[in-house]
DNA sequence: CAAACGATTTTCT
DNA sequence: GAAAATCGTTTGG
């Protein structure tokens, strides 16, 4: 039950931070509900060298500026015109690395995650996707630039342990216009989890 | 100032 | 399994 201090993300290997952040929680405080979910399914994005990431090649625009602060802040970017991406902004100041969360298995707080998707049964999709779990953590764009270090949003680490033989490896989803960066083995998830999206290809 | 595109989800066939 | 929805950001003129 603590929150990852700021040393957690301001290291400089991305993609040894998306493998950590497996089974760490994801906590947010809106409006004074509280929702709590593990996380089961990461994905690096290595700014600068990384074709599919929006700083790839140092790009630097009013959107991404967020990803060039040092880590431990939030990155919510607007995909499709609908879809909020939660993405957790790792390394040191100027380095332009990020991890979106893209699938999360519900903890506490589900009835109002399921009354901010609609939803009346509990099942996978509630939570199981990027633009999914942002609903229903209650993430929009405007939390854009918050830091995890509370108290409305954070991730904190429960003693959860998940052995390396159950964390997959995978390419990532829905960035094939990055041509060979999309081949890279990026995307992490728990092994099993009901929660891990399906994607595209894997 | 106008046009094109996308780190996705949902719904229909 | 495939196609549509939808709008802010980015890029070109």
Do not use: W
Request: proline share 3%; net charge positive; charged share 20%.
């Amino acid at each position: 039950m603590m929150k990852l201090p700021e040393s957690f993300y301001t290291r400089t290997d991305v993609v040894k931070i998306a493998k950590e952040l497996l089974g760490k929680v994801l906590v947010t405080e809106f409006e004074g509900i509280h929702t709590a979910g593990m996380i089961v399914e990461t994905e690096a994005y290595a700014g600068a060298t990384d074709k599919a990431s929006h700083a790839y090649g140092s790009r630097r625009t009013n959107r991404t500026e967020v990803m060039y602060a040092h880590g431990g802040a939030a990155y919510v970017y607007l995909c499709y015109g609908i879809h909020h991406l939660f993405n957790v902004v790792t390394n040191v100041q100027d380095t332009p690395h990020a991890i979106l969360i893209r699938g999360l298995e519900p903890l506490e707080g589900i009835e109002a995650m399921q009354a901010r998707r609609g939803k009346e049964k509990l099942q996978p999709s509630l939570t199981a996707g990027p633009g999914a779990l942002s609903v229903a953590m209650g993430i929009s764009t405007q939390h854009t630039g918050v830091l995890l270090s509370g108290p409305e949003l954070y991730i904190e680490d429960r003693g959860i342990k998940i052995s390396s033989k159950d964390i997959v490896a995978g390419t990532r989803v829905g960035v094939a216009y990055a041509m060979d960066d999309a081949l890279r083995p990026y995307r992490f998830s728990v092994k099993g989890n009901k929660y891990v999206s399906k994607g595209k290809g894997l």
